[in-house]
């Protein structure tokens, strides 16, 4: 039963700060991390709850990501190691900014009258806590820890300074009952990697340029330190990681994928003298990943690799592996394997025409990672990646068994076909079922790159970018704007979305849309034309129709 008392005092100690309120966006709560504890502290209320309804283990991450060290986040991550269930959002909005502890408990008590959620006889409630290398973090992880000890019985557990998809791959496993501490979770990458290094294909030879050196921007978080314990594990890569932590500058400062990506500029530490080097830029907490490379005259904007044409070069192995598969017969009898990527709105219009004209399904769907995940869950095999660099390939049961099974049919007479289902196996090991993760990602790009003996340069030529621009407009209030179809029409305001189309059809290869920002107070304005100066004029010129 729901012990008032037990909640009302430990409330007392994390009121809330007057005039504030906060949202759990797409991402989750996310302000300056000094009015954060009440909200953290609710949380942990609101993930224990979770995890009595779910009787399962359930995450409460800290963390603000790519934003600025002075900020703090925090999110929940469910049974399944994935989002917290879209139905209670509002619930957590709710919880987060209940005006007084009274009014707290009531809501409280409302909702676990409301959900049935089950006290008696059953198994208590269990947390795992994970946090960011924020120095806020620790803190706040203490306010968390409160929340969830404040319904009886429940267990909080710190397992301390990890990255975002660390925890959400700790939350899946404890929930499928297999090993589930961050040795485990090291251990599973390495060997997975080390399984697939095995299966290159003998004689593979190495095209020109290619440089077997990985230079790693950690973006001064908490990714860069833990890849560097994977690179010792693994031991066979040449993996250098710069802007590894603290010590070494501030928190995306100038540095991590997200500044790479959006500035299409090379981080700090890195310059002229690594021309030709492989690079790659990890975000605050370790979740998005894109490679870059820099260009011998140090004015010149960077190679940008990001995550679109990450997920082409995911979508072109794993389709060669399907058509060793597919040569045998046994493969149509399992009539159900299907590919399928996803994509948002912001994917570059030059990947979707690209993975289209491979024969792929590409499906589009609203921005934010609960979406993307959702749907790749359709399929046997869906690959999903927003540009930003966020995504990974999830795989369903029961192709995962079909594959074991298929693995273990040595007589069947194609090695070809034993060795694709072998790499689909590890692949499916190696890469973060739960949530996007750079540093499985990098170990998967790293093989893939070496299975298919292509430079950076080979793997950025698979197409050319449309040239693009991002803009953002502040306005009196981002929810008047409403759209459709994934976020590329506008519904409201009335008439806008034809003042779009008439703009953008004056440019050859134009494309456009705008949106509400999920998690800042703007609208965002994306075009894309033939060329720089067309996607500009494009972008300001929709700018001033939204404004
Ligand atoms: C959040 C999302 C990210 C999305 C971004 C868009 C998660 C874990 N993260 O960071 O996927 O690209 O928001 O921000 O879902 P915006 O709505 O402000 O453009
Ligand atoms: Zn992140």
Redesign the pocket.
């Known amino acids: 039963e729901l012990q008032k008392s037990l909640i009302l005092e430990s409330s007392s100690r994390f009121l809330i700060p007057q005039g504030v309120k906060v949202s759990y966006?797409?991402?989750?709560f996310r302000e300056d991390a000094s009015i954060l504890s009440s909200t953290v502290y609710r949380v942990g209320i609101l993930a224990a709850l979770r995890s009595l309804k779910t009787q399962s283990v359930i995450g409460v991450m800290i963390t603000a990501?790519?934003n600025k060290v002075s900020d703090n986040g925090v999110?929940i991550a469910d049974p399944s190691g994935g989002?917290l269930s879209q139905d209670w959002e509002p619930f957590a909005d709710e919880l987060a900014n209940a005006p007084s502890p009274q009014q707290l408990l009531q809501l409280i008590t409302e909702f676990v009258e409301k959900e049935r959620i089950p006290f008696d006889g059953v198994r208590p409630a269990e947390i795992l806590l994970g946090r960011d290398t924020r120095p806020s973090g620790e803190a706040l992880l203490e306010a968390a820890r409160q929340g969830v000890t404040s319904i009886v019985g429940a267990v909080a557990s710190d397992m301390g300074i990890l990255t975002?998809p660390q925890l959400h791959w700790m939350v899946r496993a404890r929930n499928k009952g297999i090993k589930a501490s961050e040795q485990d979770y090291f251990e599973q990458l390495s060997n997975s990697f080390r399984c697939l290094m095995d299966l290159i294909p003998t004689g593979q030879s190495k095209c020109d340029g290619m440089n077997d050196k990985l230079v790693v921007d950690g973006a001064n978080g908490v990714g860069g330190a833990k890849l560097q314990i994977l690179h010792k594990l693994l031991n066979v890569l040449d993996i250098e990681v710069r802007n590894s932590s603290q010590d070494e500058g501030v928190l995306n400062d100038g540095v991590g994928a997200d500044y790479v990506q959006k500035e299409k500029v090379a981080p700090r530490g890195f310059g002229s003298k690594d021309a030709g080097i492989r690079c790659a830029s990890l975000d605050g907490d370790a979740?998005?990943l894109v490679y870059f490379s820099v260009p011998p005259e140090s004015n010149a904007p960077i190679d940008l690799v990001d995550g679109d044409k990450i997920l082409s070069l995911f979508a072109v192995f794993i389709r060669e592996q399907l058509s060793f598969l597919n040569e045998k017969e046994d493969i149509k009898n399992f009539d159900k394997s299907r590919l399928g990527i996803i994509q948002?709105a912001?994917a570059n219009g030059a990947s979707t025409n690209y993975l289209k004209h491979l024969g792929l399904e590409v499906n589009l769907t609203p921005?934010?990672?609960?979406?993307?995940h959702e749907k790749a869950a359709d399929f046997d095999i869906g690959i999903y990646f927003?540009a930003?660099g966020?995504g990974t390939i999830l795989f369903s049961e029961t192709f995962i068994e079909w594959l074991e099974v298929r693995s273990n049919k040595l007589s069947s007479g194609s090695k070809e076909a034993e060795k694709a289902a072998l790499r689909l196996l590890a692949v499916s090991k190696l890469i973060n079922q739960a949530?996007?993760d750079a540093l499985s990602g990098v170990l998967l790009v790293e093989v893939i790159l070496k299975h298919m003996g292509w430079s950076i340069h080979r793997w950025n030529e698979l197409y050319h970018d449309l040239p693009s621009r991002q803009l953002k407009v502040k306005v009196a209030d981002r929810t008047s704007v409403v759209t459709a179809n994934a976020e590329t029409v506008v519904v409201r305001p009335p008439g806008l979305q034809e003042a779009i189309n008439a703009e953008t059809a004056k440019y050859t290869q134009g494309r456009c849309f705008v949106?509400?920002?999920?998690?800042?107070d703007?609208v965002?304005v994306y075009a894309e034309a033939s060329t720089q100066e067309a996607a500009d004029t494009l972008a300001n010129c929709v700018a001033k129709l939204v404004d």
Not at 25 to 28: K, L, N, R
């Open positions: 966006g797409t991402a989750g990501s790519h999110k989002m975002t979740d998005r948002t912001y921005t934010g990672v609960k979406y993307l927003e930003n966020h949530v996007g949106r509400p920002s999920g998690t800042e703007v965002r």
